[in-house]
Nanobody, 124 residues
Framework: VQVEESGGGSVQAGGSLRLSCAAS????????MAWFRQAPGKEREGVAS???????IYADSVKGRFTISKDHAKNTLYLQMNSLKPEDTAMYYC???????????????????WGQGTQVTVSS
């Protein structure tokens, strides 16, 4: 299984970005998928998850601003990020679990496959 993120970049506060996550050897529709982020000097944080039934969980810090979604035909996971804030600056990672359902708390140890990350920088 290979997971690869894309779509990061630099934006000003209030702007938007859409991250994509493509995988080979893995069918997104059948498993729990998630986005994480890690800022320098901080622990990796779960941002959003989506399971095989499209049940979604968001971290409180991104509710109402970020949207996680899947394109089943393209086997691709997305993270639409709107109203970005400087505190959203981090490396963003896509992760895939070995189960069809997602744990109620988005924790890194629940996920088996990880991408290399894509950097998001938000300036004030």
């Amino acid at each position: 299984v290979q997971v690869e993120e894309s779509g990061g970049g630099s934006v000003q506060a209030g702007g938007s970005l859409r991250l994509s996550c493509a995988a080979s050897g893995y069918t997104y529709s059948s498993y729990c998928m998630a986005w994480f982020r890690q800022a320098p000097g901080k622990e990796r944080e779960g941002v959003a998850s989506i399971d095989s039934d499209d049940s979604i969980i968001y971290a409180d810090s991104v509710k109402g601003r970020f949207t996680i979604s899947k394109d089943h035909a393209k086997n691709t996971l997305y993270l639409q990020m709107n109203s970005l804030k400087p505190e959203d600056t981090a490396m963003y990672y896509c992760a895939a679990a070995g189960s069809s359902w997602c744990a109620p708390v988005i924790e890194a140890n629940e996920y088996n496959y990880w991408g290399q990350g894509t950097q998001v920088t938000v300036s004030s």
